[in-house]
């Protein structure tokens, strides 16, 4: 399904009271948060705390985004969604409205970030996102609708999250939801099937997206070509170039492939003395990382300076024997 995000599905303001049916609990709304093609995102106050808690007519959407997030739930480090908290109705005027509440990730999307603090925290923050979607291609799904609307940096520190598991796929299936700017099948043709490449497309597109916030559009068939020209008219991809193309022509395997190709690119691309954020920290590349490096030059000067101690101790010793035995001749 292509998404279209013209319609609010409800308009309920600040201040109203939210009851779940069948757990009691009470959620007063502070402020609506967002919408889309699955139902209406609103920022509540819940018995323990913020919550943000997401509406829909269509209790299919909701029961599948749930079990996309109990199946998340059950992945080890850090979350791959928001954490689900609680699946209710509310019967308002006599009308169901279904429901469900998950962690408030409070944040800006990746383009307002990148926008506020600069293009260096590019790299990685999508490496970041690449480890992410490792794990959740490992286990079994393809996240679907990437794009930077879906993906909120929180901290300092900072941390991409992902939101908005509609689009979530088991492999092998057809994406359940897309946006064309990030779709391989509106720009290549390319297939919808649920595969790991499908979501490196639109990692590709993502970096793209940074570079041209208001986007654009296929021209006649849209094609390898139209992105690459596109690519190459911006400076601050250059250091991405080779990376994005490999994932827009669909020739990385994995996302931690990509990650790894993105690292190199950016360590190799790096001068000495740029600011903004440490990339080598985050590499998982065979280069061996700067803290690493710096310890291991520490253990060698302290072996070097050990073995003029034992030179110097060896050659005192020698000369207090010699005096000795001289001392004896005499
Ligand atoms: N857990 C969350 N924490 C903070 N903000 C959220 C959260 N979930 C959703 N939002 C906000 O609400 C907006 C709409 O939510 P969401 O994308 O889930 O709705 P949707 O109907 O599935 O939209 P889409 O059409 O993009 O699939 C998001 O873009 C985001 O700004």
Request: charge should be positive; hydrophobic fraction near 35%; aromatic fraction near 10%.
């Amino acid at each position: 399904m292509m998404n279209n995000t013209s319609k609010k599905p409800f308009n309920f303001p600040a201040g109203t009271v939210i009851r779940g049916k069948w757990y009691k609990q009470i959620y007063t709304i502070v402020k609506e948060l967002g919408y889309g093609a699955n139902g209406m995102v609103y920022l509540v106050q819940g018995a323990s705390g913020y919550l943000a808690l997401k509406m829909s007519d269509s209790n299919v959407s909701i029961t599948s985004e749930v079990n996309v997030l109990k199946s998340f739930s059950k992945v080890q480090g850090t979350p791959l969604g928001p954490k689900l908290h609680q699946v209710d109705d509310w019967e308002t005027r006599g009308v169901i409205i279904h429901f469900y509440t998950m962690e408030y990730i409070q944040g800006m999307n990746l383009l307002s970030f990148v926008q506020s603090k600069g293009p260096s925290w590019t790299g990685v923050l999508i490496a970041q996102l690449l480890s992410d979607l490792e794990r959740i291609h490992q286990e079994g799904w393809v996240f679907g609708d990437l794009k930077p609307e879906n993906l909120i940096v929180t901290g300092p520190p900072y941390r991409i999250r992902c939101i908005d598991v509609g689009g979530t796929t088991i492999q092998g299936r057809a994406i359940k939801e897309f946006t064309e700017f990030f779709d391989r099948g509106y720009w290549l043709g390319g297939s919808r099937k649920a595969e790991p490449t499908y979501d490196l497309f639109s990692v590709g597109m993502i970096l793209i997206n940074i570079a041209y916030p208001q986007r654009f559009n296929k021209t006649g068939t849209g094609n390898m070509q139209q992105l690459r020209k596109a690519i190459a008219s911006k400076d601050q991809l250059s250091k991405f170039q080779p990376t994005i193309e490999k994932a827009l022509e669909g020739s990385f395997r994995t996302a931690g492939e990509m990650r790894i190709h993105l690292l190199n690119g950016l360590s190799h691309g790096r001068s000495a003395h740029s600011a903004g954020p440490a990339v080598k920290a985050a590499s998982s590349s065979p280069r061996q990382p700067a803290s690493q490096r710096s310890r291991v030059q520490k253990q060698q000067r302290k072996k070097s300076s050990h073995f003029l101690e034992t030179v110097l101790v060896v050659m005192i010793v020698s000369l207090l024997y010699v005096l000795y035995i001289y001392g004896e001749l005499m």
